[in-house]
């Protein structure tokens, strides 16, 4: 494995666009994250229980999405270390049918950048199915 650069605050504009991505969400990894995040809770996993509480089908984990979607943001800068914040807002749920699973589309964008701190603020744009999945979800990195 090569060892990945690290991005510095000269390689960086306001409005530069990250790679965008598409990341697949089976019920497989539902399982994994269930054992490794310790949710468990019966709505990732079991379609009955996800109806009748009103869900369409099994969904995602908040969590799990959340965290793949910052990998673009990890991977554009180079090191998972340089991003000191990160937040969003659940807007809607990630539904992983058993055919097929989900696709999270992942576009981001630098929005700010600080010359003095030699931080940007990257937002990124998360849908799946066309649906916006994730709200004012922005990362701030620290760059060199």
């Given at each position: 494995m090569s060892e990945q650069t690290v991005r510095q605050f000269s390689q960086v504009s306001e409005g530069e666009t990250l790679p965008e991505r598409s990341i697949p969400v089976t019920r497989a990894h539902l399982v994994h994250y269930a054992?490794?995040?310790?949710?468990?809770?019966?709505?990732?996993?079991?379609?009955?229980?996800?109806q009748a509480v009103g869900l369409p089908d099994v969904i995602a984990h908040g969590m799990l999405t959340m965290g793949a979607a910052v990998q673009v943001v990890t991977d554009w800068v180079g090191d998972a270390g340089r991003v000191i914040d990160y937040g969003?807002?659940?807007?809607?749920?990630?539904?992983?049918?058993?055919?097929?699973?989900?696709?999270?589309?992942?576009?981001?964008?630098?929005?700010t950048i600080d010359p003095e701190s030699k931080q940007a603020t990257v937002e990124l744009t998360v849908t799946c199915g066309g649906d916006k999945v994730l709200g004012r979800c922005r990362a701030v990195v620290q760059l060199d």
């Amino acid at each position: 494995m090569s060892e990945q650069t690290v991005r510095q605050f000269s390689q960086v504009s306001e409005g530069e666009t990250l790679p965008e991505r598409s990341i697949p969400v089976t019920r497989a990894h539902l399982v994994h994250y269930a054992g490794a995040s310790g949710d468990r809770n019966v709505i990732h996993w079991d379609e009955r229980t996800a109806q009748a509480v009103g869900l369409p089908d099994v969904i995602a984990h908040g969590m799990l999405t959340m965290g793949a979607a910052v990998q673009v943001v990890t991977d554009w800068v180079g090191d998972a270390g340089r991003v000191i914040d990160y937040g969003t807002r659940f807007t809607k749920p990630v539904v992983v049918p058993h055919d097929g699973g989900a696709v999270l589309d992942v576009a981001g964008k630098v929005t700010t950048i600080d010359p003095e701190s030699k931080q940007a603020t990257v937002e990124l744009t998360v849908t799946c199915g066309g649906d916006k999945v994730l709200g004012r979800c922005r990362a701030v990195v620290q760059l060199d």
